[in-house]
Structure formats: structure tokens, C-alpha cells
């Protein structure tokens, strides 16, 4: 953005509100004294700035963004996000952020009416029975964590069995904790029809992620590796998106564990830390075998 379009738009807070009003779509003067609470006379000068700089034009009775007023507003809408974000609180700043990749930082603003929830000092090993019992009427739950959390295997096999779409995505060392404790439960939710297990390597930077149609919940751990049972929680429709990515992400980079068989490779194999590598070994064995048989 060109600096004298920068001192256009952020050196007026009243030409800002207004740039970002008309991006969502145009508007007449009494719906913009309405909406910014203004004066005819506060507000025309600001509109008559915006209008010199090529970034507002009035037509047919109502202003809106010109092309380039569109591209302005595309840049600043995003900034004001993002500052929106940080100014909330400084969870995003006290922790770390390595688990998102850079595609979904630079969109962080997706998430800006985040709010933090706090575990109650006193019950922090209890469950959170507010999240479940929000959760428990979803239409999808998809969960990825890398923190052991039994008090959510409940949920998990109730929306199962009200054939809700259930995904999710534990850790090695998580799962291996799973099948120690509760080996019946998961391997009846591992063969349901509308039922996803996966499973990924330790050492991913994010704590626990969960999105539904009813909102999402992201979970990261400090910049020492620690975690305080803190979340952000949103139920806006572009942070549940911008949840879904990620989920997405890790989902790419995760190991179905399909059925029985799937789960007693992984029990043989997570003492010696082998079931990525024998895994692997699986997909390509098959790969070239489909590869052979092109061949011929």
C-alpha cells in the first residue's frame, strides 16, 4: 500500500470505520450517520478525503468502494483483524504459535472474536462439563490432540452413536495411552461407519484443537512447552473454517487406523516406536505392487 494511502486511511479513525462499512457493501448517508454514529458534518470531509484518493465514489445515491478502494479494504480489514486479535488478550503472543502453519497465521484474523476460557484453578482435572455439554449436540466433531483427555471419550462415543461424523486425531504417546485404558471403547469406535481414528507422531507444537459445526477451540502450548488447561473458543463460521484448515492439515500428515487389524499393528509396534516406519513400509509395499501390475 502506497504511504499516502496509508496516511489516507489510518490516520482518521472516522475514515477507517467508514472504508471498512462501505466494504461490506455500499451505503446512503443516513445509513452511515445511522451505523458510525456521526454528524453529516463530522463525516463529509472524511468522505470527500476518501473520494480524492480514488478509494470511494458516490453512485446512484449511495457511496461505495471504488476497485482500488476494494483492494485497500481487502489489506485493512485484515490488519484491523490481527490487531483486534492481539489487543483481545495476549494468549497469541504468550504462546507458541509453530504448530500453525504460515498460510493460516497470515489469515489469524479468521479467529479475531476468539474468547479465552480458563480452567477453575480448584477443579482443573475435572471435566469441563460447559465444552461438553456445548459439544454434545454437534453435527461433526473433529478433534486432534496431542494431551491426554479421557473425560472426552464420553462425548466422543455418544456422538458416535447418534451417528454424528466423529474424527479424530491423537498422538502416538496419546493413543498408546487410550488403548492402555480404555482398549474395548476405542476399538469400538475405530469400526463404527461414521467414525475416524488417526494417528500422528509426538512433538506437535499444538495442544488440543476441536471444531463442530458449533464452534471450534484451539489449545497451544507456552513458549516453554507447557500447558495451563486455557482455550480459545469461537463459534463465528470464518474461525470454524479457519479451524477446519488446520484440522485438514494435520489429518494429511496422520495415519488412519482402520479396524481391528490397525490397532493391533499399532499396540505390537508402539513400545519400539515402529509404527510410522512399518506403516510406511505397508503403503509402499503396496504402492508398488499396484505399480507392477500397470506395468504389465
Not at 247 to 276: H, M, P, Q, W
Request: hydrophobic share 40%.
Amino acid at each position: 500500500m502506497q504511504p499516502e494511502l496509508i496516511d489516507v486511511v489510518f490516520r482518521s479513525q472516522k475514515r477507517r470505520d467508514l472504508l471498512l462499512l462501505l466494504g461490506e457493501e455500499p451505503r446512503t448517508m443516513e445509513e452511515i450517520k445511522t451505523l458510525l454514529d456521526v454528524s453529516p458534518t463530522a463525516i463529509l470531509p472524511q468522505i470527500k478525503r476518501l473520494t480524492d484518493s480514488n478509494l470511494v465514489i458516490q453512485k446512484n445515491g449511495s457511496y461505495e468502494l471504488t476497485d482500488m478502494g476494494e483492494q485497500v479494504f481487502k489489506k485493512v480489514r485484515s490488519l484491523v483483524d490481527v490487531l483486534t486479535l492481539v489487543e483481545k488478550n495476549n494468549y497469541w503472543i504468550e504462546h507458541d504459535l509453530d504448530g500453525i502453519p504460515q498460510y493460516l497465521l497470515d489469515r489469524i484474523g479468521d479467529i479475531k472474536d476468539c474468547n479465552l476460557i480458563k480452567a477453575d484453578p480448584s477443579q482443573i482435572f475435572e471435566p469441563n462439563t460447559e465444552l461438553l455439554n456445548f459439544f454434545s449436540s454437534s453435527r461433526y466433531l473433529m478433534v486432534f490432540s496431542s494431551f491426554y483427555r479421557p473425560e472426552f471419550l464420553p462425548l466422543y462415543s455418544k456422538l458416535a452413536r447418534l451417528e454424528s461424523e466423529v474424527s479424530l486425531i491423537f498422538t502416538e504417546s496419546v493413543l498408546e495411552k487410550f488403548l492402555h485404558n480404555y482398549e474395548r471403547k476405542i476399538r469400538k469406535f475405530a469400526t463404527m461407519e461414521n467414525t475416524e481414528l488417526s494417528v500422528c507422531k509426538d512433538g506437535v507444537k499444538i495442544a488440543e484443537l476441536i471444531v463442530s459445526d458449533r464452534g471450534m477451540m484451539i489449545s497451544l502450548f507456552d513458549s516453554q512447552g507447557r500447558f495451563y488447561h486455557e482455550y480459545m473458543y469461537c463459534s463465528e463460521p470464518q474461525a470454524i473454517s479457519w479451524a477446519r484448515e488446520l484440522f485438514d492439515l494435520y489429518k494429511s500428515r496422520a495415519l488412519k487406523v482402520e479396524g481391528e487389524k490397525s490397532i493391533d499393528s499399532f499396540i505390537c509396534t508402539s513400545e519400539n516406536g515402529t509404527f510410522f516406519e512399518s506403516e510406511m513400509l505397508n503403503l509402499h509395499t503396496d504402492v508398488s505392487k499396484i505399480l507392477m501390475h500397470l506395468q504389465h
